[in-house]
T-cell receptor
């Protein structure tokens, strides 16, 4: 069975702090995709990153970085020098190759205080 | 491109009423999806479609129906609304090329539905 666990329900930081959002997944398949989405207070879902299971290279995009470790089934997301605009709910998701069902974690709500 | 559009944005229904949530995309995507998001929870897949005329159940299909007569449109029908269907409903689409549904999904703005 597939499962995505985001153990951190809410995180609160002060602006300019670094913050890491954890994501642990379970799947029996050897090929799969992992995603991160952002849901700001306005409610829409914004795609951040897609990573396939064969690519364990870390990725950096501006203040965002992702650490994929297949050995621990984790796909963690770090925001460096957080800003108030980063306040949102962040979802990690998993989809097996060839499947049509993306499984979402429960989300982590991030509060960034000025 | 408007992307994925959903109407209405908000709706209040009485128990037992029916309604259709509209979803359209102008990106010529093959795959479309309906999700529901309950308060404080992640998204759960209701139905999906891999092309016009082809639909299939997701994780929580009970109480809903879908149809896909065109590539662009994927309406979700609620029959006999119940309070348990109070939720935010998101429609999404993905290109469906190559890796299929593992393509990035693009979401609409959501429909907030309350059943009283």
């Amino acid at each position: 069975a597939q499962k995505v666990t985001q153990a951190q329900t809410e995180i609160s930081v002060v602006e300019k702090e670094d913050v890491t959002l954890d994501c642990v997944y379970e799947t029996r398949d050897t090929t799969y995709y992992l995603f991160w989405y952002k849901q700001p207070p306005s409610g829409e879902l914004v795609f951040l990153i897609r990573r396939n299971s064969f690519d364990e290279q870390n990725e950096i995009s501006g203040r965002y970085s992702w650490n994929f470790q297949k050995s621990t089934s984790s796909f963690n997301f770090t925001i460096t020098a957080s800003q108030v605009v980063d306040s949102a709910v962040y979802f990690c998701a998993l989809c097996n190759t060839g499947g049509f069902k993306t499984i979402f974690g429960a989300g982590t709500r991030l509060f960034v205080k000025a | 491109n408007a992307g994925v559009t959903q109407t209405p944005k908000f709706r209040i229904l009485k128990i037992g009423q029916s309604m259709t949530l509209q979803c359209a995309q102008d990106m010529n995507h093959n795959y479309m999806y309906w999700y529901r998001q309950d308060p404080g929870m992640g998204l759960k897949l209701i139905y999906y479609s891999v092309g016009a005329g082809i639909t299939d159940k997701g994780e929580v299909p009970n109480g809903y129906n879908v149809s896909r007569s065109t590539t662009e449109d994927f309406p979700l029908r609620l029959e006999l609304a119940a309070p348990s269907q109070t939720s935010v409903y998101f429609c999404a689409s993905s290109p469906g090329v190559g890796a299929g549904s593992t393509d990035t999904q693009y979401f609409g703005p959501g429909t907030r539905l309350t059943v009283l």
